[in-house]
């Protein structure tokens, strides 16, 4: 296939990974944000826990805390104080007696077990315990989750709920994070119109820009929205010029093709440089990436789905790269394709698909109804792409396939 490519011009899409990742280094400087402000953003340094967690052994239900070698005695035990979560039993738990504890609440000294309240009749002074105990139920062991001094989180991860979780039981209140790269975006085209406004005749709604503002924003990005831009050569020159004086990098859509109003391209190599500008993937072939005045400029192709399908292959690993994160690669999984799909070798093509499992647990998918580049319904109705390899024909039903589901900023 290579000839045949070298002879299209299409860059195969790993290729064009490569050089997009190989081309960008993360932006400069870094700020420190509360936790709540975190998700999404990239750590500068990795991040030591100053605490055990739990803190200390405390119990995991509401019970009692006991001597478990005074349980074969099977004599009642004396009842001599109270543990709350937050308020300690200050005493000893010393054979014969036991304390009333709370889940959360610190293991009183001395005990060694809980046992839960459903296994014990109890009255104002003593408990007797029935039913199986075992040396050291119930009790949340200190640092069993987390030792102190352990690293939490590495230098370039991002940010998720669940580390901001972390790090709150953790005791952190603030991280430090990289800068957030600021991405100016445009779409240009005579027909856009803003979601919102009246539709004149011949002219569409804008979703391009509204999808990927969302993305960046998801991405934890900085967006300069430039808004709609007509197929104006002057007006395109000035906003790109804007762009790239003004953000760390660009994302346009539309005007990457040969037509006759496709200035994008034509101006990204009058005013900047093209690195390539044809991916041998589908959708998404015109895609343009290059620098104007020193910045990265990804020219997305117009159609809907291209454009989304190219942001998240192409894009989306670039930008992670900008933030100082680091782009994990495609996730892939093997699943049974449940109709044909027609496809011609020499591009990656990115059908949209809906998986799921049948009751054996084997994956198993279908193409959604009509692909297409501007069959919107379609990406909204898949959570996977069908990935299909570059040398590759048609798909048969029953073919196992590469299918790699939707993920954030897309899922
Ligand atoms: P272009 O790449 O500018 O030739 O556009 C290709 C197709 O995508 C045309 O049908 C355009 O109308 C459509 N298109 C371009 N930009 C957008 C946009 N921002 N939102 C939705 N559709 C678009
Ligand atoms: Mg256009």
Request: with cysteine; net charge negative; hydrophobic share 40%.
């Amino acid at each position: 296939m290579a000839d045949c490519c070298s002879q299209t011009g299409l860059m195969p899409i790993e290729s064009a990974r490569a050089r997009l990742l190989d081309s960008l280094t993360a932006v400069d400087g870094t700020e420190t944000v509360p936790l709540d402000r975190a998700p999404g953003r990239i750590l500068t340094r990795p991040i030591q826990s100053a605490v055990d967690l739990p803190p200390g052994d405390n119990s995991a239900m509401d019970g009692y805390a006991v001597q478990y070698a005074d349980l074969s005695h099977r004599k009642p035990l004396e009842l001599i104080g109270r543990a709350f979560a937050g308020e300690p039993y200050a005493g000893r738990v010393n054979p014969g007696t036991c304390v009333r504890i709370m889940t959360g609440a610190l293991v009183p000294a001395g005990a060694d077990t809980i046992v839960m309240q459903e296994q014990v009749e109890a009255d104002a002074e003593s408990i007797f315990v029935s039913g199986e105990v075992r040396q050291g139920d119930h009790i949340r062991r200190r640092g069993e989750d987390v030792g102190r001094g352990q690293e939490l989180l590495a230098a370039g991860t991002r940010i998720s709920v669940a580390h901001v979780a972390l790090l709150a039981a953790a005791g952190i209140g603030a991280v430090e994070v990289r800068r957030r790269p600021v991405i100016a975006l445009l779409s240009t085209g005579d027909e856009l119109c803003q979601p919102g406004e009246t539709l004149a005749e011949g002219h569409i709604y804008d979703s391009n820009r509204i999808a990927l503002r969302a993305a960046l924003a998801e991405m934890g990005l900085e967006v300069l929205d430039l808004g709609i831009v007509p197929d104006d050569r002057p007006a395109i020159g000035a906003a790109l010029e804007r762009a790239a004086r003004e953000a760390d990098a660009v994302i346009t859509s539309g005007g990457v093709s040969v037509g006759q109003a496709d200035y994008t391209r034509e101006l990204l190599q009058e005013l900047g440089q093209i690195d390539f500008w044809k991916v041998a993937m589908k959708p998404g072939k015109p895609f343009a990436f290059g620098h104007l005045m020193g910045k990265p400029l990804f020219g997305l192709p117009g159609n809907p789905v291209s454009a989304l399908v190219t942001f998240y292959q192409l894009v989306v690993p670039a930008l992670t790269l900008m933030q100082g994160g680091r782009w994990k690669g495609p996730a892939t999984l093997a699943a049974k394709l449940l109709k044909p799909l027609k496809k011609k070798p020499g591009r990656t093509d990115f059908q949209r698909g809906s998986f799921h499992s049948d009751a054996c647990g084997s994956l198993l998918v279908e193409p959604v109804a009509t692909q297409g580049s501007h069959i919107l319904s379609g990406l909204a109705a898949a959570n996977c792409f069908i990935v299909l390899g570059r040398d590759s024909g048609n798909a048969e039903a029953g073919e196992i396939v590469s299918i790699e589901p939707f993920r954030a900023p897309l899922g």
